[in-house]
Structures are given as C-alpha cells and as structure tokens.
C-alpha cells in the first residue's frame, strides 16, 4: 500500500497550536537562566519539601556541609603545599604539613559520605516526587470537561503535562547538583579570592563563553525534541496498535505489517534527520565554545605563572590555586549544563503546573445544586457543537424525558443521537439552548451529584481489568451486596458469563493479568449493561446496547427493559428498529435535528426517514430470516407489515407477552404512557423468559 506522504494526501500529525512551548524554548538563554534559576531551585525545593521534609531538609544540609568540606579541602592543600615547599629538612616539612593532609583526608572522606547521603535520600525523594506529580494530573484529567478531549490543544497540554510528571523526580538530581556546584563556586571562589583578587573575575571571564555555547547548544537540542515531539506522539501510538493483542489479527489477516512497519520506518527516519541536526549544530557551537574558553583559560593560566613571577603569589599559594580554579571551573561547567539541564526540566514541569492550575483550560466549572434522581429532563432549542467542527452535531432540539418513560433516538450514522444522549447526562454542556433536570440546567448541577443518577452503557464500553465484581459496581457496591449484583446479572445475562468464571465474581477480567481471564464481546457487553442495571440511577442510557449479544441475550435486555424503567428514563439508541418498538416515543435524528417523533405504529404509517428506515431493514429482514435472530414481534406485532406489504399502518392491540404498551397512541408532551405502569409486571414475567 502506497505511503500517503509518498501519495501527497494528508498525513497524521500533532501540532502545537498555541506555540507557547517553542517561545519556552526559546528562553533558554544565559540572562533568562540566570533570572529563573533561583524559581526552579525554589520550586524543586518546595516539591521535594511537600513530599518529604526531612529527606528534604537532610539534602539541603549535606549540600551545604559538602562545600564546607571543599573549601576546608582547598585550605588543607594551601597548608600542605605550604609546609612542604618551606625550609627545613623533609622529617620537619612533613611533620609541619601533617594536620593539613589529616583536614584534607577528613574532608575528603566527609565529601565522601555525604555525596552517598544525597545519593541515597535522592533516589528515596525522585521517584516520589513523579508519582506525586501523576496523581495531581490524574486528578486534574478527572476534573475537567468531557468536551475537553475533542479539543485538539487540550490532549497536547495534557501530553505535556505527563512529560513533566515523568521527569519531576529529576528536578530532585538536577536540583541537588546545581546546589553542589553552587557550593563547590563559593569555596573556589572564596579561597581564589583569598588568594588574589584578580584571579576569580579572570575565571568568570574565561568560562563565559563556554557556558553561552554549552546553554545554546542545550537550548538547539531542547527544540529539536519538541519539534520532533509530535513524531514521538505517532510513533508511540503505532507502537501500540501493532503491538496490542486488539488488531493483532487484522494486522496478520490484511498483511498490513510491512506498511505499518514502513510507516514507523518514515517517522523514525524524521526524527533521526531532526536529531543529527541538532547534535551537529550543537557540536559546533560546542566546538566554537571550547575554542574561546581554551584561549581564555590560557590567558587565566598566564596570569597566575606571571604572578608567581613577579613574586605576587607565594609558591604555596599558586599550588592552591591550580587546585581552586579547577574547583571554580568544574562547579561553573557544572552550574551551566546542570542549570540548562533543569531549566529544560523546568519547562516540562511548567507544562505540567498550567495543566494542573487550568487542567488545560477545561476544568469543570459547574454549579453545585445536587440533585435527586430526575423526574423529568427537559431539552429546549438545544444547539451543540463540537469543537472546531464546521457543523452543529445537535441543532434546535426540544423535547421532555420522564421516569418511567423509554425514548428511542434512531437516524442515520453520525444523525447525533450518541451526541443528544451525552448532553441528556450532562456529559456535554449546550452550546446554546438548555438541557434541565427537574427545571435545573444541568450546568448548574453538582457534575459528580448529577452523574451518580446516569446509568450509561456507551457504544465502546469499558473493558476494565478488575474483577468482575469491581467491573460490575465500578467500585461503589450498594448496600444489598452481592444478592443486587446477581440480581443485575439475571437482567443483563451476566449470570451465564459468571458461571464460566474460574473464580465467579472474584475472577480479573483481563487474560494478561496473573489468574485472569478473557471474555467475548457479547460477554463483555453483557457486563457492561450489569453496570447500568446494578447503579440505582435516575437516568438510563443504552447506546447500540446489544449489537454484540446473540438473538438470546437481546431478547432479554428488551423484554426486561420495561420493567427498568419503572424507577428510571430510559433513553435507547438502535439501529434495529423492531428493538424501538418497546419505546413510549421514538426520536427521528436527521443531521442534528428532530425531524420526526411519536409511537412506533405512527411512524411506520407516516411516510419519512424511519418508514424508510423501517421499510428497508424489515424488507431485508423478512427476506433473510436468519440475518435477524429475533423475530420482530417480540415487541409490537401490530407494528409489523406483513411479508410483502412494504409499510402497513398498525392496528392499535397490546402486545403479545403482556406488553401493554398501547402502540399507536401518541406520547405527546407532557403526558406519560400509560404502558410504563402497567407493564412492568409483565415485564418482570418476561424478564424470566431465556
Ligand atoms: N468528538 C467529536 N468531535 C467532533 N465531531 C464529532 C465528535 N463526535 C461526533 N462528532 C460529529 O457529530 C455528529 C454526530 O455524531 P454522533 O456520534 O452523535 O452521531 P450518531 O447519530 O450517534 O452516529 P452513529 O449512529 O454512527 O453512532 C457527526 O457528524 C460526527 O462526525
């Protein structure tokens, strides 16, 4: 299959669309460094010390103790030269420079010892520190609005929120060795000066233009990374579809292997291009860098031979210097990478800070009415739009749902049905218009208080790897205990799927995992109605909730459905329409409007989109019995033409089964059916039913 880059056509790419981070990187500079480090030192302090004071009050304190130590070091090796280069015979000279090599052992083995205590409350602290920063954007991803993950720039701020979790714990390291070679400047710098005055400027002078050198070619590399983040993103992402067990039979059947392959080969072969260049132009400006300092610390190491010359500097005092101005350049190389290091770190965990302050600028902002479970849910001229979408999903809607009441939303692929069900739960906020729970917008609903009364079976439902129990209570078990999730289980089908559990209830659903086990789709789908049937919720949607159940197992769900919506509104997507027939009233979507409305037998009568609809499937159905398991009069015989007679107008009759769902009246506005009543002993009885 030809690649689309090589075909010209569009190709799948990640784009920074508020370029904040490129303007980020490009601050990497000597001045902005100098102006920011002391924040991200404070702020890597203040992280460490939420999490662990004494770890972090403990590396503060080796820190600070080991450039004591340096500076004891450089004063033990001015007394050691000293005593050695002075008159006298070697006994003397040695016996004189002994306390001096003593204070230089001791500080040496003191360095010692603390460099392994910042190692160690380092590595107990870093890791930490990163969890600590997951949990936070866990609880901010959790905070903000579903419609934030149909907004391309939030799944960017969010991706880059995660690399600043991921490397928070090197702040911890970074950290520690910018204040080390902080440390290890002031004692160089506080013996050099003892020494001679003009030698610590010299040094500085002769580091600049190293350090300008080794931060630009930081600051090529940094944006280099972030140019190529995008192609990581994909990478990572195919990564994942070619090696997940989910397509791993299609990649073999459809022998899409080499063009997959290929496709990862093209990215790669990007990023490895935006790699070298960044390692070249950092090379070089590495190069050019070393070139001026190699000339500057030739002229730094003439000043000190021409002092020693001229008699301005003892012999004893220019041997410590060699020792000092190699302390003072090391800790001001180490100053310059480390703080390129953490200011690159810094701009991840910036990332990660805006995300939490604005969880990327979706956070929920709602009211905190609580509410009961509805009794009605009211939607008036409801207008929705997705995000940078050319068209309203959702336009002009009205209509009231109430307890005890099924509404069926049926339509052509992408009419918004899916879109009109999650604003009916409040997952999504109207654009304009109104969606209310019992006369409250939903908007000003307690979102958490609100959700706790939506029962919703989507069309890609969770498969989580938990316990069939947990997978069925999603963590909230309800009083009644196991006795309420059997009794889900008889209305989902479920309790077929739990006698095959090696473990029943208790059994991990998730082969992968040690002692779990792998179900079929239909037997996943029939969890994940238990889920919607087991939550004491107000509100029940069902998106295509049984496209994967035999003929058997649907029967089941609808037969039951009546019953459940005693104490519940039940909103229903399908796209089998003899399924629809249990609803009080059916909603016709077209492109976002209600374009028709009312019982099943009225709308097979009234010629449109759903008698067309129902014409076509009704007329493939009875020519090929076998494609519908199920017969069509399960639930609205009268509703049914009959073989040959493409849409005839039903005669109002209850239903077979005791469904007494009076057909052909219409739910108009305010007014409930009276079938949602009387039903549900019937209902029940059907319920039963295999
Ligand atoms: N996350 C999204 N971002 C942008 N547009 C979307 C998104 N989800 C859906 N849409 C668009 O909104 C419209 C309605 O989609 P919706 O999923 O509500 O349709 P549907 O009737 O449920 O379709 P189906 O029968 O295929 O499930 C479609 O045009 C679709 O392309």
């Known amino acids: 299959m030809p690649d689309e880059a090589e075909t010209g056509g569009e190709e799948l790419q990640f784009v920074d669309r508020t370029g904040s981070r490129e303007r980020a990187g490009q601050q990497i500079r000597l001045a902005d460094m100098a102006r920011r480090l002391p924040r991200l030192v404070r702020r890597s302090v203040a992280l460490a010390w939420s999490i662990d004071r004494w770890a972090c009050l403990g590396l503060l304190v080796c820190q600070v103790a080991s450039g004591a130590m340096q500076a004891l070091g450089l004063l033990a090796v001015s007394g050691t030269i000293a005593a050695l280069l002075a008159g006298g015979d070697i006994y003397g ?90 440390a290890s ?15 610590l400027p010299l040094l500085a002078l002769a580091s600049f233009p190293q350090a300008v050198a080794q931060i630009s070619a930081a600051r090529v590399r940094y944006l280099a990374r972030l140019r190529s ?91 410590t210097a060699v020792f000092a101005l190699q302390t003072v350049g090391m800790a001001l190389r180490g100053l310059v990478v480390g703080g390129a290091r953490i200011m690159r770190t810094g701009l991840y965990m910036d ?23 509805p009794q009605q849910i009211t939607v008036q001229d409801l207008v929705f739009r997705y995000e940078e979408a050319a068209n309203d999903a959702v336009r002009g809607v009205s209509f009231t749902l109430r307890r005890g009441e099924v509404v069926a939303l049926v339509g052509y692929n992408g009419s918004g049905k899916t879109t009109l069900a999650k604003l009916l739960s409040g997952l999504y906020l109207p654009t304009t218009g109104s969606v209310t729970w019992d006369g409250v917008p939903t908007g000003e609903l307690d979102p958490q208080a609100m959700w706790s009364h939506v029962a919703l079976v989507p069309q890609d439902y969770a498969r989580w790897p938990l316990t069939a129990r947990e997978n069925m209570t999603l963590g909230q078990p309800t009083s009644g205990g196991d006795a309420d ?19 029943g209830l208790d059994t991990v659903l998730a082969r992968d995992w040690l002692g779990g086990q792998e179900l079929s789709g239909g037997q996943w789908q029939r969890i994940a109605l238990t889920r919607a049937f087991y939550r004491p919720a107000g509100l029940l949607v069902l998106d295509e909730p049984t496209a994967a159940l035999d003929p058997l197992g649907e029967h089941r769900i609808f ?17 089998r329409l003899t399924n629809v027939a249990c609803a009080d009233r059916i909603l016709v979507l077209h492109k976002g409007r209600i374009v028709q409305q009312g019982t099943f037998p009225e709308l097979v009568a009234e010629p449109g989109p759903f008698r067309d609809l129902w014409a076509y499937q009704h007329t493939r159905e009875a020519a090929d019995p076998a494609a519908d398991g199920r017969s069509a009069d399960d ?43 009387e039903a549900e002993t019937d209902a029940e009885a059907e319920a039963e039913a295999p």
């Open 185 to 199: 400047l002031i004692a160089g710098a506080g013996v050099l000066t003892a020494l001679h005055p003009a030698l």
């Open 485 to 503: 999730i059997h009794a889900a289980c008889a209305r989902s089908g479920a309790d077929e799927v739990l006698t095959e559990l090696r473990s």
């Open 351 to 373: 990332d990660w800070s805006a995300f939490l302050r604005e969880a990327g600028g979706y956070r929920m902002n709602r009211g905190t009415t609580v509410p009961g479970p």
């Open 93 to 182: 000279r040695l016996l004189a420079a002994w306390p001096s090599l003593v204070m230089l052992a001791g500080a040496a083995a003191a360095r010692a010892l603390l460099g392994i205590t910042v190692a160690w409350l380092s590595s107990r602290l870093g890791p930490q520190m990163s969890r600590e920063a997951e949990l936070g954007l866990l609880r901010a991803v959790t905070e903000v609005e579903l419609s934030a993950y149909d907004a391309p720039g939030f799944n960017h701020r969010k991706e880059a929120a995660e690399r600043g979790a991921e490397v928070a714990q090197d702040l911890v390291t970074e950290g520690q060795d910018l204040i080390a070679s902080l």
């Open 559 to 575: 037969a039951g459905l009546r019953q459940l919506a005693a104490t519940r509104a039940v909103v229903l997507i399908t796209h």
């Open 229 to 319: 983040n995008g192609d990581y993103r994909l990478l990572s992402i195919l990564r994942w579809h070619v090696g997940d067990r989910y397509a791993a039979d299609q990649i073999r059947a459809g022998t899409m292997s080499s063009f997959l392959v290929g496709r990862y080969r093209h990215i790669t072969d990007r990023i490895n291009r935006a790699d070298r260049r960044a390692a070249d132009t950092g090379a070089r400006m590495s190069v050019l860098g070393a070139l001026c300092g190699g000339v500057a610390s030739a002229a730094v190491w003439a000043a000190v031979v021409w002092l020693l010359a001229t008699g301005r500097m003892s012999v004893g005092h220019a041997g």
């Open 635 to 677: 639930c609205a015989p009268s509703a049914h033409p009959a073989p040959g007679v493409p849409v005839p107008v039903p005669a109002p009759q209850p239903a077979p089964h005791g469904d007494t769902v009076p057909r052909t009246r219409k739910s108009t506005e305010g007014e409930r059916t009276s079938a949602s009543a």
